[in-house]
């Protein structure tokens, strides 16, 4: 199973961290790890390369996390996206994704 943590300050989304694979089917041919994995890249590169916000990153074989680290107003269309898409790929598949919002300390 996949879980993704949004992490919220207040009323802002702060960041993500996403753990595991989704099992669904083989590594290399898992067409939901494979959706997680572009949604949620596709989120680090608007925040870090097209906003331009200081993060804490990190990428590992079945492991993404990213805390946005200034401005994190500026980042929330993009993490609000981020979670809806998510959520919908979640639909019908919810034995293999887990979608938390958590409040971070």
């Keep these: ?3 993704i943590k949004f992490y919220k ?3 802002n989304f702060t960041g993500f961290e996403c753990i595991g694979h989704t099992e669904y089917a083989e590594r290399g041919i898992d067409i939901l790890c494979s959706a997680i ?3 949620t ?3 680090c590169l608007g925040v870090m390369k097209v906003l331009n916000l200081k993060c804490d990153y990190k990428k ?3 492991f993404l996390k990213l805390i946005v680290l200034e401005n994190i107003e500026k980042a929330q269309v993009l993490l609000k996206t981020l979670k809806l898409s998510l959520e919908d790929v979640k ?3 919810e034995k293999y994704i887990q979608i938390k919002t958590v409040k971070r300390s």
């Design 37 to 39: 994995s572009s949604l």
């Design 9 to 11: 300050d207040k009323e």
């Design 41 to 43: 890249q596709s989120a």
């Design 60 to 62: 590992e074989d079945g």
């Design 1 to 3: 199973m996949t879980t």
């Design 91 to 93: 639909i019908g598949n």
